[in-house]
């Protein structure tokens, strides 16, 4: 599912000690630097989703990190899926 720009778009789960401990922050920090756009949101089971769009490498980098997450973070499961890109494309990258 690629857009006309080679972007793609990937939603994850991530599970654990992920709450409270500067899990979205970090996050949002990492995919500015890969120059994805997206969010990362706290969600009412305790895990945190992100939602990102950009260059398919880019995508991979973060979902590797995502797999440990900030030193404080105790990530215990990271669930990916593949979505179409919207229309439009988020900018930027948030938290919430």
Do not use: C, I, K, Y
């Not at 793609?8 to 000690?17: E, M, Q, T």
């Not at 630097?33 to 969600?43: C, E, F, P, T, V």
């Not at 900030?70 to 919430?96: I, K, Y």
């Amino acid at each position: 599912m690629t857009d006309a720009n080679g972007n793609r778009a990937r939603r994850w789960r991530v599970r654990g000690r992920v709450q409270g401990v500067f899990f979205r922050a970090s996050t949002r920090g990492l995919a500015e630097q890969l120059s994805l756009a997206g969010h990362a949101r706290n969600l009412p089971d305790g895990s945190v989703e992100v939602f990102a769009v950009g260059a398919p490498g880019a995508l991979d980098q973060l979902g590797q990190w995502l797999q440990h997450g900030p030193r404080m973070a105790e990530v215990d499961a990271v669930e990916a899926t593949e979505e179409p890109v919207p229309d439009p494309p988020p900018s930027g990258f948030r938290t919430g």
